[in-house]
Nanobody
Framework: QVQFVESGGGLVQPGGSLRLSCAAP????????MGWYRQTPGKQRELVAS???????NYGDSVKGRFTISRDNAKNTVNLQMNDLKPEDTAVYYC?????????WGQGTQVTVSS
């Protein structure tokens, strides 16, 4: 099993910002596409954003223009900068690494947007 170290979740007011980070083993980080997904009770897990090893990014429609995903190759870390947060962004956010049929998940970190 792959161990990720996720950090940065918490409680924030609407309009605020949070930054999520996920550190992965170097062998995984160097090859796999990294991303963040989120899930709320009763709903399917959905893509928030992903970034390939070459730096190509992809975003879910609901976060385009507000969230930015990036890779820190020196630290084997993928970051998700979340701005202008809305109550509907409240979810458990999961770090993901994907390469072909291989798919690994972090334990999840709670993000709550509420006044």
């Amino acid at each position: 099993q792959v161990q990720f170290v996720e950090s940065g979740g918490g409680l924030v007011q609407p309009g605020g910002s949070l930054r999520l980070s996920c550190a992965a083993p170097e062998i995984i980080f160097s090859i796999y596409a990294m991303g963040w997904y989120r899930q709320t009770p009763g709903k399917q897990r959905e893509l928030v954003a992903s970034i390939t090893s070459g730096g190509t990014t992809n975003y879910g429609d609901s976060v385009k223009g507000r969230f930015t995903i990036s890779r820190d190759n020196a630290k084997n870390t993928v970051n998700l900068q979340m701005n202008d947060l809305k109550p509907e962004d409240t979810a458990v956010y999961y770090c993901n690494a994907q390469w072909g049929p291989h798919n690994f998940w972090g334990q999840g970190t709670q993000v709550t947007v509420s006044s």
